[in-house]
């Protein structure tokens, strides 16, 4: 019964992760206020959150004999390549843990939106969560194909 709980909650965090990452780039490629800039903000709560749990979940899975043996994992190229597109997720992430830990301050100063959110960099942090968006629906594709023994050297 715990594999299954667990293995929910990693679904539930994908799901939720992608959701909230699409609505995280929407909100910045929407005319700059206060307004999206909170939006944007809550939809990047809910992804930290997310990425907590499924790092959690993952890490239970691979190293807690819930499911297949940590060396079937390891030696199945499916899994390496779902590991590289979520290393490449986080690194992707990096940016927009910076600047918008920036603006959160600015906003909470009381600062308007105009003076301390360049729109190109707003239309940046969009573009990242979209790639790692698509780097999400690709990194789900490669756990079907492991979960179904595609892969294994």
């Known amino acids: ?7 929910a909650f990693h679904l539930v965090a994908l799901g939720l992760g992608l ?16 307004e999206s800039l909170r939006r944007a903000f809550a939809a990047d709560n809910l992804w930290a959150a997310a990425a907590f749990i499924w ?6 899975r691979l190293l807690g004999g819930l499911e297949k ?3 079937y994992y ?3 190229s499916f899994f390496i390549t779902k590991m590289a597109l979520f290393v490449l997720i986080l690194i992707l992430e990096v ?8 603006w959160r301050a600015a906003l909470r100063r009381g600062e308007n939106p105009a003076a301390f959110v360049p729109p190109v960099t707003a239309k940046r942090l969009a ?15 490669a756990a079907v194909a492991m979960a179904r023994g595609y892969g294994l050297r």
């Open 74 to 76: 390891l030696a199945n």
């Open 127 to 141: 573009t990242i969560s979209h790639v790692q968006a698509l780097l999400v629906v690709l990194l789900i594709f």
């Open 69 to 71: 043996d940590t060396a």
């Open 55 to 60: 790092i959690v979940t993952g890490l239970w």
């Open 19 to 34: 959701g909230a990452v699409l609505t995280r780039g929407k909100s910045l490629r929407e005319p700059l206020s206060a």
């Open 1 to 7: 019964m715990l594999r299954i709980v667990v293995a």
């Open 95 to 102: 940016q927009p843990i910076v600047v918008l830990i920036r």
